[in-house]
């Protein structure tokens, strides 16, 4: 009766044939027709065989390094015994990496009638294909669905998750007996079953992809019809056996295999020679360059051999993809560079490289750094980079032959967008590329427009707790992968929220949950993540300190006087039109830093002549009188803010004790760095200052300055938000925040700058919170579950994209004048003050951060908000206490009310 065929059908369906058919033929007598067209492959493959494949592949050392690795030894060797078609089926799905099977047996859902009658909940799922009803001998079938059999009820799904037909009330007996090749009539439409889905693949959301079974994979999607198509066309050309041979034995690692300690990339599978070996070169080992592997952490090397397999497409067919989300710290740049030079000058087949130019987008803060980081590992001569500044144009490196690199900034690359496009790049690694996760902004856009299949996106910020930004990254590595937006919605996204919701019926819990754990699956297989403990032994020390500084008498009648304002009191009432609140909490945040930058504001508004901002114009005229008639702002006297005064006495007190160690002084306002810039000079303190005023093409040579060992700088003056992300400035070994943000994310950047790989000395970080105010709440906020909500976990989201309740308001406009700290109040602990938690350690207790992939995705936990119960494990302790065991706090005891301090990698650490 068919006469056109549903997708699925074009494709084969899996739930009825084997999985892996190339287009445009039948899966049957599929190897005899290949191995009749194309000898060569039969002699090929035995060559292969016969030289070191398999025994590389089975090589303990590289084995040892990877899972992965040994994952596909087990492949190849599983394609090794099988034979005729069935093998080539399981060669397709052993590539595939999926550890499901689509066949279920029918007797695991195939229920006797009596049972059926029974119990109205009991489901049956069908993949079928449907049309509408119609008289006509020649049926058109208009697309693939799922039926989905529920009693005497049934739903029909398309395969973006739509409902497209429903009913109830249906006869049983027309739902007893569904059965392959059975045409039914249901709901104005005729469909016919094609196979039987298991109560698994419904649930994971794999019957929604076509093809079944594991789905972006066999998917037909771009990449894969273009690695399909025509399989024959370029096939290896007969040549002699002797001629073969001499090409084989010419083409040679280019670094020896097997000395000891040698990396050597996993050989591609017989699938992956088939589809991009066509010319029949023979097998070469491709080896890290032993100059490179002598420096390697394990956890690099992993990571090394990860990306090779992703970019070269050997863990998912035709996708060349990679996402590397390793926390902060691990050597992102050092395991791409590594990969540049690998595949720069080796590969597989016939030891041919595998790229010739690279593109390395990163933010202008790094663009040098990147340049660095090639010279550090490669020297000057391996591999030729070209930067892009202001002086050195994209034509330069269009022109020259000599770079085969190039480094970029984003904003630069937008810039020179249709330079960039002239050129054929074969890998792209977006750095820092979180920010991609908009598929809507400029940016990435112009990056999707480049043609180039293999991308790379690097990561220290957690990137899976907003499904939809989640969705952009992975859309961006692997276009297509996840169906389009609008399926990927319905399939994933919308059970996955769904689940989440505490009132979710334990059905839903239940869909959301494993629809998450697929999606993990899948992504997972180009997703890799490692967390700071696979460093941390190769670190020294960390003391991490919170501070509580008690505010000055300035501080405290301003911000007396601002919480009994008007406008305080509308907010209080709900009226938070024009967000008056934000407007008060900026106040609040300047007021803890220094009074003199609430009193500029002030000013400021006073020349402005916006007449429209009546709220901060009234509230600014109460604060005014508050501050003494003859208020000078510029004389920044160190006693007005609580906090300076703590950090003036830190700072001489780091320069007495620890003369040849320097300070990174972190803030995420420019006039706040103006104040500490000013006390650096009062002091006498040498400092640099990275901020975004800093042009580009300074930033590189400003941080290796402070860097160096002759360098004659104490004080590194930092603005997180402009260059707090992938900066190393491990000259400094104390590092102190000045102020908190309610994004975590933006304090975790900032406090990995300095504990990180090259750090000699131990690593003292110090958070500055003023006590009772507005800094204490956002502290708490950040380490309450509740904070941890996805609007603050992402770099970009700031107090705006926050929603506040009337309730928390009241909490955030409340000034605490009695206690020496709230945070230590709200964890309910028996202390006063005195007790010190010195038995367990902050590496000891998990914590679970928000994340809408679920608990499948809660693996890590090392550079997370830490939680209050965790706080609670901290050493703590009043300022009153006379005994403090740290040198550094015993100074400036005397401004302090409170200190948590929690010791990582715990030896000689003060
Ligand atoms: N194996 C290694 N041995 C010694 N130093 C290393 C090693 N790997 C990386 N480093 C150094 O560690 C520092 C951090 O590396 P890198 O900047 O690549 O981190 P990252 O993962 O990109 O972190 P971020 O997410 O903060 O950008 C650099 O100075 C780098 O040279
Ligand atoms: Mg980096």
């Known amino acids: 009766m068919r006469r056109s065929a549903a997708p699925s059908q074009l494709q084969g369906n899996s739930f009825k044939k084997p999985k892996f058919i190339p287009p445009g033929r039948s899966n049957s007598c599929l190897n005899e027709e290949i191995t009749q067209l194309n000898p060569d492959i039969k002699l090929f493959e035995g060559a292969a065989n016969n030289n070191t494949f398999l025994q590389s592949q089975n090589d303990p050392r590289i084995c040892s390094l990877n899972l992965s690795t040994e994952e596909s030894t087990r492949e190849i060797n599983k394609r090794d015994n099988c034979s005729g078609k069935y093998c080539f089926e399981a060669c397709a799905r052993a590539t595939l990496n999926s550890p499901h099977t689509v066949h279920s047996p029918p007797k695991e859902i195939t229920l006797s009638k009596g049972q059926e009658e029974e119990s109205d909940s009991l489901v049956k799922y069908f993949s079928v294909v449907w049309c509408k009803a119609s008289k006509k001998k020649h049926k058109k079938w208009e697309g693939d669905a799922v039926l989905i059999v529920k009693g005497m009820s049934f739903t029909l799904k398309d395969l973006e998750g739509k409902d497209i037909g429903k009913g109830i009330g249906y006869k049983f007996k027309e739902f007893e007996k569904i059965e392959v090749g059975q045409t039914l009539m249901i709901c104005g439409k005729e469909i016919e079953v094609m196979g039987i889905i298991s109560p698994e693949d419904f649930s994971s959301g794999r019957c929604f992809q076509l093809g079944g079974g594991s789905p972006a994979i066999s998917n037909s999607s771009q990449a894969l019809r273009k690695c399909f198509s025509n399989p024959f066309k370029r096939v290896c050309k007969p040549g002699s056996k002797e001629n073969r041979q001499n090409d084989f034995q010419s083409c040679k690692p280019r670094h020896d295999p097997y000395t000891p300690n040698s990396l050597v990339m996993p050989r591609p ?6 589809m991009f070996n066509k010319t029949c070169f023979p ?26 397999e992703c970019v070269m497409g050997m863990r998912m067919n035709g996708r060349c993809g990679a996402i590397l989300a390793d926390e902060m710290g691990l050597g992102k740049t050092l395991q791409c560079i590594s ?25 202008g803060s790094l663009v040098n750094n990147w340049r660095k980081e090639f010279q550090k590992w490669l020297g000057n001569e391996r591999i030729k980079v070209f930067t892009v500044d202001q002086d050195h144009k994209v034509e330069e490196f269009i022109k020259s032959t000599l770079y085969s690199v190039l480094i970029i900034s984003y904003e630069m690359l937008l810039r020179s967008l249709d330079q960039i496009k002239t050129i054929k790049f074969d890998l792209l690694i977006c750095d820092e590329g979180h920010r991609l996760k908009n598929s809507s902004i400029k940016t990435t856009a112009a990056l999707i427009s480049l043609s180039c299949e293999k991308r790379i996106i690097l990561t220290g910020t957690p990137i899976q707790n907003d499904l939809q930004e989640f969705f952009a990254l992975i859309d961006f590595v692997n276009p297509g992968i996840l169906g389009p937006l609008s399926s990927y919605r319905k399939i994933y996204e919308e059970p996955i929220i769904l689940s989440r919701e505490p009132s ?57 006087k601002l919480l009994n304002s008007q406008v305080v009191r509308f907010c209080l009432q709900g009226l938070l039109e024009n967000s008056p609140h934000l407007i008060c909490i900026g106040a609040l945040k300047k007021l803890c830093n220094h009074p003199c930058l609430l009193f500029n504001s002030i000013k400021e508004k006073e020349c402005s002549s916006d007449r429209d901002e009546n709220e901060e114009r009234s509230l600014y005229e109460v604060l005014l009188n508050v501050f003494p008639a003859d208020y000078n702002p510029l004389l920044v006297t160190e006693k007005e803010s609580g906090k300076l005064q703590v950090l003036s006495k830190l700072l001489a007190v780091i320069h007495e004790l620890r003369p040849t160690e320097k300070v990174v002084l972190v803030s995420n306002y420019t006039k706040t760095l103006d104040i500490l810039q000013e006390v650096c000079k009062r002091h006498g303190y040498a400092y640099k200052r990275l901020d975004g005023q800093t042009p580009v093409s300074q930033r590189q040579q400003i941080v290796e300055g402070f860097n160096s060992k002759y360098s004659t700088d104490f004080i590194f003056l930092l603005s997180s938000k402009a260059g707090g992300v992938g900066l190393n400035l491990i000259g400094g070994s104390h590092l102190i925040l000045y102020d908190i943000d309610w994004n975590p994310a933006t304090d975790i950047q900032a406090m990995s700058r300095v504990w990180r790989d090259g750090q000699k000395h131990p690593v003292h970080i110090y958070r500055l919170l003023t006590t009772g105010t507005i800094e204490e709440k956002i502290y708490q906020r950040q380490i309450s579950k509740q904070g941890l909500s996805e609007a603050v976990v992402d770099l970009t989201k700031t107090s705006e994209h926050i929603q506040f309740s009337v309730e928390e308001l009241k909490n955030v406009f409340t000034l605490h004048e009695n206690s020496q700290c709230v945070t230590h109040d709200l964890l309910d602990c028996e202390c006063i003050g005195e007790k010190d938690h010195t038995g367990d350690s902050l590496e000891k207790f998990v914590v679970s951060r928000h994340c809408q992939l679920g608990p499948h995705h809660q693996k890590s936990n090392s550079l997370k908000p830490l939680s209050m119960s965790q706080l609670k494990q901290w050493k703590h302790f009043s300022g009153d206490n006379f005994n403090l065991p740290d040198p550094f706090l015993e100074r400036i005891r005397e401004n302090v009310s409170f200190f948590f301090q929690n010791i990582t990698n715990q030896a000689s650490a003060i």
């Open 269 to 274: 599978d017989k699938n992956h020679q088939w």
């Open 283 to 308: 097998l070469v080992d491709v080896v890290i360059d032993p100059h490179l592997v002598c420096h390697l952490r394990p956890h690099q090397k992993e990571g090394i051999i990860f990306l090779y």
């Open 339 to 363: 990969l540049i030079w690998t595949l720069q000058y080796q590969g597989p087949y016939g030891g041919k490289p595998v790229i010739k130019k690279t593109l390395i987008v990163t933010p």
């Open 504 to 560: 979710a019926p334990e059905e839903e819990k239940e869909l959301g949950e494993r629809r998450a754990a697929e999606l993990t699956r899948l992504t997972g297989l180009f997703i890799l993540r490692r967390t700071q403990e696979v460093i941390n032994k190769y670190l020294p020390p960390k003391i991490d300190n919170v501070v509580f500084c008690r505010p000055g008498a300035l501080q405290i009648e301003l911000y007396r």
